[in-house]
């Protein structure tokens, strides 16, 4: 049945052609309003700096006369004239600032609303007015003329309506035009073909297609009409073929089904035999799927033996293996008459046992019957009853190399006399025992290794733990060294501040109670102030700025005519008094005012001693609690917020001892926020890290330490100056055992413990080293839920620095 197209008003060929024109013109009338719009605004542009020209012609003379008339109220009627004109903004006369001292002129005129553009002209004017013939002209000043963008826009706005009006009229009359010819053209013929092809049918292929068109044209409708002609003339002669073909294929189909029957009675028999095949088969595809899901060797051989035995005639079975050195077969099964052999090895160069001789034969199958099976020798264990009379051996192959024999024997003669259905269940049991019993072999050998690999693991696991706990040490040994020293210091400096209080007691006590009596209440007064500026004083001077302050106070008491000024110019620079000596001066000029500034000083450094003693004691403090903070160490506790400036200000500490002396320390530390984290071990991160950095500096140059926060994780750099990290060692600084430092200073777990426990942190350690310059260590660690840390233990943890 030949099925006819509906013509559908959206879906024609003019009503697409319709869509597509409008589109164009479109699409042609925005490009070409673009473009002209474009134009005018240039034109635009060019029309209002004409303007501005002309103006600045109209009113450069007048304006400078004016000015040098100094007439300020005509200079305003005059700009307010000017900027009268629709394309002028504002204008503004600025004076000449050499000219008319006291009275110059500036005068502004804008339009309400006006803003200054970087779109709109502006012209900028020089003012010169000649006041005599001959005379030179003099500067008066500038004028300068803003356009006003305002009305670029307005004119502009006006501009695109005309052009659009008149560029949518041309695209609109083009269309219809177009559309217009096409429809006379090409439509209304289209269609008529359309209907014709819609009313084909078997019946009408005989009325030819003809258009009602003026004169023969060659065009490609014509070429249509004719196609068409002849595409009706071909079917109908197809048409008549296709019939008689009918006919004769209903003859033919009369003699198929007769043959049909005669070959489903073949086929039935057929069927009958292959079924009982299948049950064979589906037997043997149990027997194989039992065999490949073991992995124990006896329960193979086991299953193999008892389904040959529902299948075949069997009085003794055995499975043979070839050893891994493959100089004999092991007999790990044998089954005779209900005794079990016990495993024994066969040498393949002893032909008198069948096994060695069907597993050095090429045969698929050796079938061994009567004297020859009988005189095989017997296996340990087996006491015979009967002689065996027949015999099948069936080499195990796996990937086309043997692996050994399955062994098939019976007391009867020709038992397997069927060879063909025998080899076929031989065959196929024989392949799938192959693969389960490779697969146990396999097996057995894969989980002796990983036994192997696991004590290996184990030994190889103290060893890096007893080498961790050495390097640990050694570095615990060195640190406590540093902490010794680093304690003596500010205990050196308690035992001086408490012998300074002492003498200073000592002396001021002596006469100090007899001298506040002899004081008056302003005498006093004044004593208590000095006391007061001497306790105020800043930080310790160095011996060349106290030596310096005391020459200037020197001077001044001597300037003053104060008795004994070298000795009080000494004391007053220890005091650190120099902007407050006026006020001191009524107090020293005193007769006992040399023994008040020794009391004083007395008092002073009683104070400032006191002051030493507790910094030293907060020092020593710090560096305990500092010691302690680092040397405890819990792996089996859960993470904790924690502040990673904190333990990273714990490990300065603990080696400030060995960075304060020839190491710049700078510090580039952000605020951030609390990480959860496991403090300790970030502490012996950064532990490796400072360490790896002072040694590879010699304790000598700059160490840059930076804390901030990237991309929702915290950022710790640690760059030093040293030597740098040869580029064929840098990929390999964080292979465990791996180092470049001198036997006995390192084991070469240093960094690779450092990145363990940032792997554990779900973090990233990197490293950047240019040699001759310094290398920086980045660490990232990213912000992380409570729920999501990793369990403790997960990275080993507490090693030796180690670059």
């Given at each position: ?51 501005l020209l002309l103006m600045e012609h109209v009113y450069q003379h007048t304006l400078a006369k004016v000015i040098w008339e100094v007439d300020r109220d005509g200079l305003v009627v005059h ?38 553009s970087s779109v709109a002209p502006s012209r900028v004017v020089q003012l010169s007015y000649q006041a005599f013939p001959g005379q030179t002209s003099m500067m008066l000043g500038e004028l ?380 006093l007064t004044q004593f208590r102030q000095l006391l007061e500026l001497a306790g105020a004083a800043p930080a310790v001077l160095s011996s060349r700025e106290e030596r310096a302050l005391q ?253």
């Amino acid at each position: 049945m030949i099925r006819r197209p509906v013509l559908r008003g959206p879906a024609t060929l003019g009503g697409k052609l319709v869509l597509a024109t409008l589109v164009f013109s479109a699409l042609f009338t925005l490009l070409a309003v673009g473009v002209r719009t474009w134009f005018a605004w240039g034109e635009g542009i060019a029309r209002m700096r004409d303007e501005l020209l002309l103006m600045e012609h109209v009113y450069q003379h007048t304006l400078a006369k004016v000015i040098w008339e100094v007439d300020r109220d005509g200079l305003v009627v005059h700009l307010r004239s000017a900027a009268q004109i629709e394309s002028i903004g504002c204008i503004e006369v600025r004076p000449s600032s050499d000219s008319y001292d006291g009275n110059n002129l500036l005068a502004e005129v804008c339009k309400p609303g006006w803003k200054a553009s970087s779109v709109a002209p502006s012209r900028v004017v020089q003012l010169s007015y000649q006041a005599f013939p001959g005379q030179t002209s003099m500067m008066l000043g500038e004028l300068v003329l803003h356009g006003d963008e305002r009305m670029l826009w307005q004119r502009l706005r006006a501009e695109i309506l005309n052009i659009v009006m008149t560029q949518l009229i041309q695209s609109l009359a083009l269309a219809g035009f177009i559309m217009l010819m096409f429809n006379r053209s090409v439509t209304v013929h289209v269609r008529r073909i359309a209907s014709h092809l819609a009313a084909l049918a078997p019946g009408r292929l005989d009325t030819p297609l003809a258009l009602r068109r003026r004169g023969g044209r060659g065009d490609e409708l014509s070429q249509l009409v004719s196609g068409v002609n002849l595409l009706q003339a071909n079917l109908s002669d197809y048409l008549a073929q296709q019939q008689a073909y009918e006919n004769e294929l209903s003859r033919h189909r009369d003699h198929l089904a007769e043959a049909i029957q005669e070959r489903t009675a073949e086929l039935s028999q057929a069927n009958e035999a292959l079924a009982g095949s299948a049950a064979t088969l589906r037997q043997l595809g149990d027997i194989g799927l039992q065999l490949t899901t073991s992995l124990d060797q006896q329960a193979i051989c086991y299953t193999l033996h008892k389904h040959l035995a529902e299948l075949l005639p069997l009085d003794g079975f055995g499975v043979a293996l070839l050893e891994p050195d493959g100089r004999a077969l092991r007999l790990v099964y044998y089954v005779e008459d209900g005794q079990r052999a016990a495993q024994m090895l066969m040498p393949l160069d002893d032909l008198r046992w069948n096994t060695v001789r069907s597993f050095l034969a090429e045969a698929e199958v050796t079938a061994v019957n009567d004297d020859q099976a009988a005189l095989a020798p017997l296996p340990e264990g087996i006491e015979s009853r009967n002689s065996v009379r027949s015999a099948l051996f069936r080499p195990l192959e796996v990937h086309g190399e043997r692996r050994g024999v399955v062994i098939v024997q019976s007391y009867q003669p020709f038992a397997y006399q069927a060879r063909e259905r025998v080899r076929e269940i031989l065959r196929s049991t024989a392949a799938f025992a192959a693969i389960a019993l490779s697969n146990a072999s396999a097996y057995s050998a894969e989980e002796a290794a990983r036994q192997e690999a696991d004590r290996t693991l184990r030994e190889l696991r103290q060893a890096q733990g007893q080498l961790v706990q050495s390097e640990k040490m050694a570095a615990l040994g060195q640190l406590v060294a540093g902490v010794a020293h680093e304690i003596n210091t500010p205990l050196g400096a308690v035992k001086a501040s408490a012998r300074n209080i002492l003498a200073s007691l000592q002396e001021c006590l002596g006469g100090f109670p007899e001298l506040m009596q002899r004081l008056d209440l302003e005498r006093l007064t004044q004593f208590r102030q000095l006391l007061e500026l001497a306790g105020a004083a800043p930080a310790v001077l160095s011996s060349r700025e106290e030596r310096a302050l005391q020459r200037r106070l020197l001077e001044r008491l001597q300037a003053e005519q104060v008795p004994q000024a070298e000795e009080l110019a000494g004391l007053l620079a220890q005091m650190q008094i120099e902007a407050q000596l006026p006020a001191c001066l009524p107090l020293l000029r005193s007769e006992d005012g040399p023994a008040l500034a020794r009391a004083v000083f007395a008092l002073s450094a009683v104070a400032r001693n006191a002051e030493n003693i507790n910094a030293a004691v907060d020092r020593v403090a710090k560096i305990v609690f500092a010691l302690r903070a680092y040397s405890r160490f819990d792996a089996s506790s859960d993470p904790v917020m924690a502040d990673v400036t904190e333990g990273l200000e714990t490990v300065l500490t603990i080696y400030h001892s060995q960075i304060k002396q020839h190491v710049e320390l700078v510090r580039h530390y952000e605020p951030v926020e609390p990480l959860l984290c496991w403090p300790d071990e970030l502490n012996q991160v950064w532990t490796n890290l400072l360490q790896n950095a002072l040694q590879a500096m010699q304790y000598r140059g700059r160490l840059e330490i930076t804390v901030k926060t990237e991309a929702g994780q915290v950022v710790v750099a640690i760059r030093d100056s040293g030597a740098g990290i040869p580029a064929d060692v840098l990929p390999r600084i964080f292979d465990a055992f791996f180092t470049t430092k001198p036997i006995g200073l390192g084991s070469g777990l240093g960094l690779d413990i450092v990145s363990k426990i940032v792997a554990k942190h779900q973090g990233q350690v990197a490293v950047e080293s240019t040699p001759g310059v310094g290398s920086c260590f980045r660490v990232c660690l990213p912000y992380r839920r409570r729920d999501a840390a990793e369990p403790p233990g997960a990275a080993a943890s507490g090693a030796a620095p180690e670059a």
